[in-house]
């Protein structure tokens, strides 16, 4: 009985080792895995939530039965230190935020919810949101509006008459000249300069390059929309479906069908990133913030590439998950504030008590301007 004990802990702890070393695989695929040339394996960051929480479990397992076992396991925690960062940091909000910082909210609106309208009073829950926090820069995705007025939907005249608090408003049509497409839109209480597209390849996502004078300063604003997963209702039901009630064929079938989509959307951000990136380390200015609707997780190419030169505004003020994507059990931050290394970021924050876009909204106060 005593042999079989111990043959029985050398195979869980072989077991442990393996997931130790997937877990680090998955922390540093970015680093690793060019989307563009292993699509599939690049999409290994999305499950390292997943693989950090088993090996947690097999540190307290070891603890309890084995203690000594324990160090693979937390020598692999350790070596994650970064990823578990970006994935969860911990960062208590502070009460004191200097007078010379500046408050940036990004959110994709997810067309204002089809773009209704509930009343003459309170146009629209996710305008009157954006309303009242007040923010000095206001960066969209998704956003669009009907081209004539009427009772039910918004209009152009409707926002701009609810943000006449922002003198400086900029749209970007990422698909045509069509009103109702999609678009990307920049509100700001400060001067636009400058407002540039950066030229790359889809169909519907985009992304401008904007220098704004902030009190005196030039600065780079990026606002983003990078390529979706174009996953239909269809896709999403399989995926709920595999998290409710996991069986072999479910999971087998739904695992090949996303892993499929993930991976081409992936491989179509990974030169989207790039050239963002680009954009980032030839700019001309001192200051930069990047922001906007990723389509990815901390731990990705696309993540990774853009924020080299710069840092993730959650990362270094933000506390949990901050999970940005509300629906069909897709838990991931994917919509991003950035910022320059000169700059500090305050109480970042992924605002989940509105719920009307199948995003939440994200923001930070940041300075010193």
């Not at 692999?76 to 960062?85: D, E, M, Q, S, Y």
């Not at 519907?204 to 209702?233: A, D, F, P, R």
């Not at 709920?240 to 959307?265: C, E, H, R």
Request: glycine letters at 4%.
């Amino acid at each position: 009985m005593k042999h079989f004990g111990k043959i029985l802990a050398v195979l869980i702890l072989l077991v442990n080792l393996i997931a130790s070393l997937i877990m680090l695989f998955s922390a540093y695929s970015p680093l690793l895995i060019d989307p563009r040339v292993h699509p599939v394996l690049s999409t290994s960051g999305l499950f390292f939530s997943v693989l950090l929480f088993i090996n947690v479990a097999f540190v307290a397992f070891w603890i309890v039965f084995y203690w000594k076992y324990a160090i693979f396991s937390i020598l692999a925690l350790l070596l994650c230190c970064n990823p578990i960062r970006d994935i969860f940091p911990f960062h208590f909000r502070t009460k004191y935020v200097p007078l010379n910082c500046i408050k940036v909210l990004s959110y994709n609106v997810m067309g204002f919810d089809g773009q209704k309208k509930d009343s003459t009073e309170n146009l629209n829950p996710i305008l009157d949101y954006i309303k009242h926090q007040r923010a000095d820069i206001v960066c969209l995705q998704e956003y669009s509006f009907v081209k004539s007025e009427d009772k039910k939907h918004l209009s152009e005249k409707d926002i701009r008459k609810v943000m006449k608090k922002y003198p400086y408003y900029h749209r970007y049509n990422v698909n045509g000249t069509g009103v109702t497409g999609n678009k990307l839109a920049l509100f700001s209480k400060f001067q636009i300069l400058t407002a540039k597209p950066i030229h790359y390849k889809s169909d519907y996502n985009g992304s401008i390059v904007y220098e704004l004078n902030i009190h005196g300063k030039i600065v780079t604003l990026i606002n983003n929309h990078l390529e979706s997963n174009k996953l239909t209702k269809f896709d999403k039901d399989v995926y709920t479906d595999m998290i409710k009630k996991p069986n072999v064929g479910a999971v087998s079938f739904g695992t090949q069908l996303l892993l499929g989509k993930l991976a081409d959307a992936a491989k179509i951000r990974a030169a989207q990133a790039d050239s963002v990136a680009r954009r980032i380390a030839i700019s001309r200015n001192k200051y930069i913030i990047v922001c906007g609707d990723f389509n990815d997780s901390p731990i990705s190419y696309a993540h990774y590439k853009i924020v080299k030169n710069i840092k993730d505004a959650y990362t270094e003020s933000g506390f949990g998950l901050g999970i940005s994507y509300n629906q069909n059990h897709f838990y991931f931050r994917i919509d991003n504030i950035m910022l320059s290394r000169n700059l500090q970021s305050y109480n970042c924050e992924v605002d989940d008590k509105i719920k009307e876009s199948d995003h939440y909204p994200i923001w930070s106060y940041m300075g010193p301007f």
